[in-house]
């Protein structure tokens, strides 16, 4: 167990569905993060809280909701997505401490497939 | 923005033997935090080994050190006695030092093969 869950483990959804990606971690960390993982390019970090608050948003289309209720959770709602958002979708959280630069702990993703 | 690249999208070698993976990277900040993270076919990313800019000693952790040259912003991976379990894709990570703001930004992954 890593510390930060994800689920589900795989999805696939048709273009017309809603649904949403769960991320947990109980480390104490006040961070959490989305990234879209797709092969052979680099991970592309869609969205950043800090202490429950969104600070970044990447330009990420708006079919791709993130919510995070307080500092263990953080949700990824997706509706009317489109087949290039076939992706590895991981979360991970981290602890911000000022300058120390410890790294973030992953998720195992949620492998999801639009149809 | 800052950039990383890892130049090498696939290794491969005999177990037991040493290998190095590459790494560069583009910033104009002085001091940031270097990472290699390992993604076995488990998917989860396993964080190998960090390095704080600020420090000249190259970091170490058993059979993984890195070779950091700031100057040349380049940050290698060497794996001594590699170990099949070391199978994966690898990939350098750059974090900049400001706090509130502490984004990895990742480089395209080296995938390593260790052969029996």
């Known amino acids: 167990e890593t510390g930060v869950t994800q689920t589900p483990r795989h999805l696939v959804m048709g273009m017309t569905n809603k649904k949403s990606l769960k991320c947990e971690q109980h480390?104490?960390?006040?961070?959490m993060y989305w990234y879209k993982q797709s092969a052979k390019k680099p991970l592309e970090l869609m969205f950043v809280?800090?202490?429950?608050?969104?600070?970044e948003n990447n330009s990420v289309p708006s079919r791709f909701s993130p919510e995070c209720p307080n500092s263990s959770h953080l949700f990824l709602h997706l509706h009317t997505l489109q087949p290039e958002d076939s992706a590895l979708y991981l979360c991970?959280?981290?602890?911000?401490?000022?300058?120390?630069?410890?790294?973030?702990?992953f998720g195992s993703g949620t492998r999801l497939t639009v149809v | 923005a800052q950039t990383v690249t890892q130049s090498q999208p696939e290794m491969s070698v005999q177990e037991a033997e040493t290998v190095t993976l590459s790494c560069t990277y583009d910033?104009?900040?002085?001091?940031?935090?270097l990472f290699w993270y390992k993604q076995p076919p488990s998917r989860q990313m396993i964080l190998v080994i960090r390095?704080?800019?600020?420090?000249?000693q190259n970091a170490t952790e058993n059979r993984f050190s890195v070779n950091f040259q700031k100057a040349a912003k380049s940050f290698s991976l060497k794996i001594s006695d590699s170990q099949l379990g070391d199978t994966a894709m690898y990939f350098c990570?750059?974090?900049?030092?400001?706090?509130?703001?502490?984004?990895?930004?990742f480089g395209t992954g080296t995938r390593l093969t260790i052969i029996p």
């Open positions: 990570a750059f974090m900049n030092s400001h706090f509130g703001n502490e984004k990895l930004t």
């Open positions: 910033t104009s900040e002085n001091n940031y935090y």
């Open positions: 809280y800090n202490f429950k608050e969104q600070t």
């Open positions: 991970a959280s981290s602890l911000e401490v000022r300058g120390l630069g410890y790294g973030y702990t």
């Open positions: 390095q704080e800019a600020y420090k000249q």
């Open positions: 480390l104490g960390h006040n961070a």
